[in-house]
């Protein structure tokens, strides 16, 4: 379970290699394509809402963390969870210097009204 903040001057999540880019095709596909491409037919994809509890939960407290300038460190705060042995370590964003959303050429939250 990760749990990343997300601030400028950051990888974006697709650099970071958290996006998905099959299973985002498949949600632009229509409903009955959708269900074609199910492993199991009929079933949904499972949510495991206590492991969504905690991943929510850190997430929380960094948000409240940061806007109360409480963080102790000046480092970027995310972090890969491993709940069935309690271990956690830090990650570090990825970021293309390419990338259209997250590089410093991209025009996205520039202002520029593109």
């Known amino acids: 379970m990760t749990v990343r903040q997300q601030i400028p001057g950051n990888g974006c999540l697709k650099c970071s290699g958290l996006i998905d ?31 969504n509890s905690v991943a929510a939960g850190e997430a929380v407290n960094h948000f409240m963390f940061a806007v109360a300038n409480l963080h102790t460190e000046d480092r970027e705060h995310s972090v890969l969870q491993f709940p069935r042995d309690g271990q956690r370590t830090d990650q570090r964003s990825r970021r293309d210097p390419h990338c259209r959303t997250c590089s410093h050429h991209s025009s996205f939250a520039s202002g520029s009204g593109n």
Do not use: F, H, K
């Open 21 to 51: 880019a099959t299973g985002l095709a498949l949600d632009m596909l229509p409903e009955n394509v959708q269900e074609q491409a199910r492993y199991i037919g009929e079933v949904p994809t499972p949510s495991v809402i206590a492991l």
